[in-house]
């Protein structure tokens, strides 16, 4: 299920959600939150490199951990002017992809979320990796929910 389109589109929803309330879960935040959502998963550059038979998972797997992504965040958060918010809003993201990932069922050994610290994995073994039917359903609520976002922004401009 956690594919990147779940990823981005969870993200998505909880940044629109809070929008409806908070003004700072505007467009500009909430993009940075999806890209926080990805953020965990840069370590699949390494498929890439693999196709050009260079294999990098032993040294890319640490990037798959929030203590990684954490720290690619506060990095990615220098160029921004408000580096406290990009880093949070980026973080958010984080969050959001290591909650989806331990829902899965077990896929490898687990996530090592808190490596370094400890070598144990992590998982809840609730969805089964190729269900596609979460995705759908995940899509549809970003759908509706973006369709909402309009419709609201449309009638307070009218008034
Ligand atoms: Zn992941």
């Given at each position: 299920?956690?594919?990147?389109?779940?990823?981005?589109?969870?993200?998505?929803?909880?940044?629109?959600?809070l929008?409806?309330?908070?003004?700072?879960?505007?467009?500009a935040?909430?993009?940075?939150?999806?890209?926080?959502?990805?953020?965990?998963?840069?370590a699949?550059?390494?498929?890439?490199?693999?196709?050009?038979?260079?294999?990098?998972?032993?040294?890319?797997?640490s990037?798959?951990?929030?203590?990684?992504?954490?720290?690619?965040?506060?990095?990615?958060?220098?160029?921004?002017?408000?580096?406290?918010?990009?880093?949070?809003?980026?973080?958010?993201?984080?969050?959001?992809?290591?909650?989806?990932?331990?829902?899965?069922?077990?896929?490898?050994?687990?996530?090592?979320?808190?490596?370094?610290?400890?070598?144990?994995?992590?998982?809840?073994?609730?969805?089964a990796?190729?269900?596609?039917?979460?995705?759908?359903?995940?899509?549809?609520?970003?759908?509706?929910?973006?369709?909402?976002g309009r419709l609201?922004?449309?009638?307070?401009?009218?008034?």
């Amino acid at each position: 299920m956690p594919d990147w389109i779940v990823h981005i589109a969870v993200a998505y929803i909880i940044c629109r959600i809070l929008y409806f309330k908070y003004p700072v879960f505007n467009s500009a935040n909430t993009v940075l939150a999806m890209l926080g959502a990805l953020l965990p998963d840069i370590a699949k550059i390494g498929m890439v490199a693999q196709f050009y038979s260079i294999y990098l998972d032993d040294y890319l797997f640490s990037f798959h951990t929030p203590l990684a992504s954490l720290v690619l965040a506060g990095l990615l958060s220098i160029f921004f002017k408000e580096k406290k918010l990009a880093f949070l809003f980026l973080g958010l993201g984080i969050f959001t992809h290591f909650a989806l990932d331990l829902l899965l069922i077990r896929v490898g050994e687990g996530y090592y979320l808190l490596f370094p610290i400890s070598w144990q994995t992590f998982h809840l073994d609730l969805i089964a990796p190729d269900d596609y039917n979460i995705t759908l359903v995940v899509l549809l609520a970003a759908l509706v929910l973006y369709s909402l976002g309009r419709l609201s922004q449309r009638r307070s401009e009218k008034s």
